[in-house]
């Protein structure tokens, strides 16, 4: 039997201290999700916005802090970053200095740069860092990531659409939800993205609103993402093509479907596949937990999240570097 004294000497050692960065939509949610986690203590939520802490307060029942510095000396292990994207690099650097591990929402950061700063601050440290691909952790992404284990990809599309988000940050669709399916095309095909060859537009927002994105990777898939904020519904697919199987994925309702045994007739079979129910974020949450208890390599590396960034800000750049060295085309006569 175990004793009480080495029974709550093991609590506090497997008992982290945890806050959450920002009370936001995102913030609010971690909050949500780690006040029911087995093993943690919920230290609070920091939020320079009163309205946003009182909100927490009465969602989550959890202490708030006005600022960083003050959640800091109450004392936390480990800590999420939910804040706007352009405060990751600058709150991350700040817990990182204190020897706190932090999960950084996606996007990493603004910049490549900073992302990497934050990496190798980490790495120095030696505290984890794990990102907020969340899409990874859902259990339709995690059923087509095991029907295609040992398969040999061919091609990936994905569809990532819907309205308007109801409050527009400084980003645009690329940077807001194409690095998602980035980070799914880098995962399924544990393949660099080496070409990209993207379409924007926007059509009634000031950043891109519309995004066709091509990309091939180093193993040779070829990869496609529809995204925008112009469709009337959301509608999150994935389709994967390869040698023996075609599988199709419905992100929200969680069905996944795979066509298999292709014969020379045209024919093959079909069967859905069994998804898991889990909350995607807890999910996520109890990853980072668990890399931070154990040391090991978390399930969304820092690198992986600069990687997915670089290639996202690439799909950003490519069309202006294409308009800066196009000729201007003749004017086209109309013949007839
Ligand atoms: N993984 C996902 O699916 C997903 C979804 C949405 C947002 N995100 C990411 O989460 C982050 C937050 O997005 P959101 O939609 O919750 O934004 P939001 O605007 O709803 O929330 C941001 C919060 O941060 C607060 N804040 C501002 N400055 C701060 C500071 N110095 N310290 C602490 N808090 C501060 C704001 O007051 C606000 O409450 C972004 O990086 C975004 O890309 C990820």
Known sequence: MVSKETSAAKDAVHTL??????????????????????????????????????????LIGCK???????????????VTIAAPTHLHHEVALACIAKGIHVLVEKPIAS?????????????????????????????AVATIKKAIEGEDILSIGITRVGPFPPRMSNVGVVIDLAVHDI????????????????????????????????????????AHINTNWLTPFKARTVTVATRGKYVMGDLLTRQVTECFGFKTDGSYSMRHLPVGQDEPLRAEL???????????????????????????????????????????????????
């Open 183 to 222: 980070d799914l095309i880098r995962w399924f095909t544990e393949s660099d993205i080496v070409e990209v060859q993207p379409q924007l537009a926007s059509a009634v927002a000031e950043r891109e609103d519309i995004a066709l994105l091509q990309f091939r990777t180093a193993s040779g898939v070829l």
């Open 64 to 78: 708030t802090f006005a600022d960083l510095d003050a959640m800091l000396a109450a004392g936390v292990d480990a």
């Open 111 to 139: 910049t490549v740069e900073e992302g990497r700063e934050i990496v190798d601050a980490a790495q120095k440290a030696g505290v984890t860092l794990m990102i907020g691909h969340v899409e990874r952790f859902n259990p």
């Open 17 to 58: 201290r945890v806050g959450v960065v920002g009370a936001g939509v995102m913030g609010t949610n971690h909050g949500r999700v780690l006040a029911g986690l087995p093993g943690i203590e919920m230290v609070g939520i920091v939020d320079p916005m009163l309205e946003h802490r009182t909100r927490a307060e009465k």
């Open 286 to 336: 109890m990853a980072f937990l668990d890399a931070v208890r154990t040391g090991g390599v978390p399930a969304v590396t820092g690198e992986e999240g600069v990687a997915s960034l670089e290639i996202a800000i690439q799909c950003l750049e490519a069309p202006k570097k294409r308009a800066a060295t196009a000729t201007r085309p003749a004017p086209r006569k109309v013949v007839g």
